[in-house]
């Protein structure tokens, strides 16, 4: 199991103050042996022309690859078994059936109030953990900073990391004030990748964590993989640096053990975690709710969903696929299916869970990642993959996809459980999902987007509390942005009643 842990987790760790000594030439000829008879020995190319810290830093890091496993998987990944048709899938494709799901939109108040007040419990009984995904950068967004740290332009120019720490601390604030205790915590576990880590360990430590308990935000790095050429080579990205790419969302499990986080959940008694991406500036991150909800089922795994918009709308669905749950693409189904209309409930689609990447797992379950992490698919991302060429040395930028990168997907564990063990919790859109996918101006999952949904937010806020916003029509500017440390759910703001908000606004306290 360890081999098979180095293997998936790849990243190398510095050796800071050792002195640089050049490989042995037994062990360098043996490694160079064990690449050529996985036909992969294009990687030495420009071994000879090195200095010897570069020669040190290749050796070191082909060492940690093991190229015939690689081979294996991407092969796998490359030629997967044959997938059903449209039409087939639509044979074995259902809903999740009534007993494994619930809805905010028409549940019971009670219930609702029940499973937030036993979640605020778990909380307050420091049984609850939170795993950000954070590894993404903000490439498509104009910026080479991790994705967290980005300002989607809110008054109060609050970055998504801040957004989410400050709901962590509020959700701690409930739970303290419920139970008249102190100290509340909600270990928040960040994961980062290879090129994120770093700046985001400097962007916490800068804004002082926000207010929450540096001991009590833990940041670990996900594994990467070798880049692949279309001719199922190795890429190099330098002479002496073989071409990674982190390995996908699906990564969290692998990156749990090799980083020790699981050890620290396990140490501190956590019995429930939720897990996110960093993307979405409404997520109700801890929410007590799901927490309440996923316990109350006695569950391994839940999930929420928001409705999905249209038949069209290209979004993965929780599903029931041969029994078990699972997500399928919409890439997948056919129109038909796409289009098909819920027989009690004839006004909205029959397949319409639409998936946001929001999960809650039980701790139970992640203490058995070794038995199954192995045996997760790999899946192909084509990629343009910028590279030096092996032939004369030079960097090449393609201007079209000329590999592959290699990643898994977090909901591929889904199919593993049986129904019983699994539920799924349908959210209102406006108030928990807005992914920030596209550069400023793009007009759909842009930080234009999401800076107004949270705007929007505030204003409903407001007015359910008894409040008035009035907007500057003149400068177009509409909403109200409410700090997380004043209200995580549109609680608390009873001070608003009567009260005329000026718009665009930031409360920051009462």
């Known amino acids: 199991m360890n081999a098979f842990m180095e293997r998936l987790h790849l990243s190398s760790k510095d050796k800071e103050g050792t002195p640089v000594k050049e490989p042995e030439e037994q062990d360098l000829k043996k490694l160079q042996e064990k690449y050529g008879k996985a036909k992969q020995g294009q990687v030495f190319a420009f071994y000879d022309e090195l200095d010897v810290k570069h020669k040190a830093a290749l050796f070191d890091q082909l060492s940690s690859i093991d190229p015939d496993y690689i081979n294996t998987i991407t092969e796998k990944a490359l030629h997967p078994p044959k997938q059903p048709s449209s039409d087939e899938l639509a044979d074995v494709l259902k809903p999740l059936p009534e007993t494994a799901i619930a809805s905010i939109l028409d549940s019971k108040s009670e219930d609702i109030e029940s499973w937030y007040s036993s979640g605020l419990d778990l909380v307050a009984e420091g049984k609850v953990a939170v795993v950000l995904m954070a590894g993404g950068q903000g490439t498509r967004l104009g910026s080479s900073d991790p994705k967290g740290c980005f300002n989607i332009g809110l008054p109060s120019g609050k970055s998504l990391f801040q957004i989410q720490a400050e709901r962590i601390w509020k959700v701690q604030q409930l739970a303290e004030r419920k139970h008249r205790k102190k100290n509340v915590v909600i270990p928040w576990y960040v994961m980062t990748s290879g090129p994120t880590r770093g700046p985001t360990e400097k962007f916490f430590r800068e804004h002082d964590y926000f207010g929450l308990a540096k001991d009590d935000v833990i940041i670990f790095e996900q594994g990467v993989l070798p880049c692949i050429s279309n001719e199922g080579k190795i890429l190099l990205e330098a002479k002496a640096k073989v071409a990674v790419a982190p390995d996908g969302n699906g990564g969290i499990y692998q990156a749990l053990l090799t980083s020790s986080a699981r050890t620290d959940m396990r140490k501190r008694g956590i019995e ?77 689609l029959k397949f319409r869970a639409a998936n946001i990447v929001n999960h809650y797992y039980s701790f139970r379950f992640l203490e058995t990642i070794e038995e199954w992490a192995h045996q997760l698919p790999y899946h192909v991302a084509r990629k343009k993959i910028p590279f030096v060429n092996t032939d004369d040395g030079e960097t090449v930028k393609p201007d079209k996809p000329n590999g592959i990168k290699l990643e898994q997907f977090v909901f591929d564990v889904f199919s593993r459980l049986e129904l019983e063990k699994f539920a799924s919790l349908e959210v209102k859109r406006e108030d928990e999902f807005s992914p920030l996918k596209n550069a400023k101006g793009t007009g759909e999952d842009d930080p234009d987007t999401s800076k107004k949904d949270i705007l929007d937010q505030g204003t409903r806020w407001i ?5 008035t916003v009035v907007s500057e029509e003149e400068i177009g500017a509409t909403g109200v942005e409410i700090s997380p440390l004043i209200s995580y759910g549109g609680e608390g703001l009873e001070f608003l009643a009567g009260k005329e908000i000026r718009a665009p606004a930031v409360l920051e306290r009462e």
């Open 272 to 348: 429930h975690i939720h897990a996110y991406c960093v993307d979405n500036c409404l997520v109700k991150v801890a929410d007590p709710v799901f927490i309440g909800f996923a316990a109350s089922k006695d569950v391994d795994i839940a999930t929420k969903v928001v409705r999905k918009r249209s038949a069209k709308e290209p979004v993965g669905l929780i599903v029931l696929k041969n029994g078990k749950p699972d997500v399928v693409e919409y890439s997948e189904i056919d129109e038909a299916t796409a289009k098909a209309k819920d027989p009690k409930h004839p006004d909205v």
């Open 463 to 467: 007015k359910s509390a008894g409040g």
